[in-house]
């Protein structure tokens, strides 16, 4: 970083932690010093590229059962904060903890990279315009963007438990949506990369010859009457429909009793085909992390295992609102939750289906009662398959049903999946299709 902080602030942190627990209370101090540079092509232009730079820190004092909390950027502040936190915890909310933890043994995770630091401006420039220059030789009529970002990002956690944990990590993203537009008919493809190390993951051509891919195979039309078909859902997609089990293994919400998972650890929950494990530990990866937001370790855990739910997720709050043992989940969440792979290409299994459908992209997926596992969208961009080969973009379509029954029949997953290694296609039976026409 060009004006790196955590050495000089540490100290002033340090004594912070120091001044609460004079004055009778239990403190928490977050500290993020950021900088980015971000590039952003237009309709084939350079259209904006710019720098920033970020200062924030958050100050949480826990004094009499309750919780005050103020945030800002001015380190000469931070007497005056401390003291509105102490005012707030008057009247804040309840917290469900005695006291922030002592530290314990982390697993060390890599999430900085010199080469990533190098990323110049120039370079996404030059990327970006790759990707420009290939979407306008497929089409030259149509309106596409790409952006590229690159990050880096110092942070620091002090707790009065005794942690005091500096850590830096750094990141790049590269970006690309293209929208063909005839009358009142919109067709969007988009596709983009971020990972914390520069690799072969890094590459313009790629994103830009996967958005030509979608573009190419929508441009015949199709239809599909209204029914319920196999479907294959693109990895983006299976991430986005398992996202309501992941709010019914959020330990706040199985205390509050919202979860329709309570009550339901060691039950089969979804097929065979479901094994899902939460792993915190993978170096590069943008979404792993050492420790919690509350000094906590992280670590490895299934949450289902062949459709078994193992177990639920819980930060410091809410485990002591459940009286269970925290997790090291920031937020009660999963940090990244990796589905196995099963054991054919998803190009092999589309040769498979007589007629079904390819999800590709969905429109308005988290409304309705998402928690429960309910939903209804439109589908943004998706293929008829008919006879083993896609047939064509269906237009006017929604799809609906509940992922706790449409995981439950059979299901399969692919071999390949995302970049990240994250998440597989799945063929699913049974999917609720409704059309116009």
Request: hydrophobic letters at 35%; charged letters at 25%.
């Amino acid at each position: 970083m060009h004006n790196p902080m955590n050495d000089k602030v540490s100290d002033i942190f340090a004594r912070a932690i120091e001044a609460i627990r004079k004055k009778g209370g239990e403190g928490k101090i977050h500290f993020t010093h950021s900088e980015s540079i971000s590039v952003k092509y237009e309709a084939g232009r350079l259209k904006d590229t710019g720098s920033e730079e970020k200062v924030s820190f958050s100050i949480d004092v826990l004094k009499d059962g309750r919780i005050g909390r103020v945030s800002g950027n001015r380190l000469d502040d931070i007497g005056k904060m401390i003291e509105n936190a102490f005012s707030l915890s008057k009247v804040g909310s309840e917290a469900h903890f005695a006291k922030w933890p002592t530290p314990s043994e982390i697993a060390p995770v890599k999430k900085y990279s010199a080469k990533t630091t190098g990323l110049s401006r120039e370079k996404i420039i030059e990327s970006c315009k790759i990707i420009s220059d290939r979407l306008k030789q497929y089409s030259s009529d149509m309106h596409s963007v790409c952006s590229g970002r690159h990050f880096e990002s110092e942070d620091i956690l002090a707790t009065s438990g005794g942690v005091m944990r500096p850590s830096k990590s750094c990141a790049w993203g590269l970006n690309a949506m293209a929208q063909k537009t005839e009358g009142t008919d919109m067709l969007m493809a988009g596709d983009g990369r971020y990972w914390c190390d520069l690799n072969e993951l890094y590459s313009p051509e790629i994103i830009a010859g996967q958005v030509i891919d979608d573009l190419a195979n929508a441009e015949k039309h199709a239809h599909l009457p209204s029914g319920r078909y196999k479907m294959l859902f693109s990895p983006e997609i299976l991430g986005m429909s398992l996202s309501p089990a992941f709010m019914g293994i959020n330990g706040r919400n199985v205390a509050k009793g919202d979860s329709p998972l309570k009550g339901k650890i060691g039950e089969k929950i979804f097929s065979d085909a479901i094994t899902v494990e939460d792993n915190p530990h993978l170096d590069f990866c943008p979404y792993s992390d050492e420790i919690d937001g509350d000094g906590i370790a992280t670590r490895k855990q299934m949450l289902f295992d062949k459709g078994v739910l193992k177990t639920f997720l819980y930060d410091l709050d809410s485990a002591g609102l459940a009286g269970a043992v925290p997790t090291g989940n920031k937020g009660c969440r999963p940090y990244f939750p990796k589905v196995s792979p099963g054991k054919l290409p998803h190009k092999e299994m589309i040769k498979g289906i007589h007629e079904g459908v390819f999800v590709k992209m969905l429109m308005g997926f988290g409304q309705g009662n998402i928690i429960n596992g309910d939903f209804s969208c439109n589908l943004a961009l998706g293929y008829l398959i008919r006879n083993g080969e896609l047939a064509g973009r269906l237009k006017d379509t929604m799809i609906s049903g509940n992922i706790y029954d449409i995981f439950k029949n059979n299901t399969a997953m692919s071999s390949d999946t995302d970049f990240l290694g994250m998440n597989p296609y799945c063929l699913l039976e049974g999917v609720n299709l409704s059309s116009k026409g």
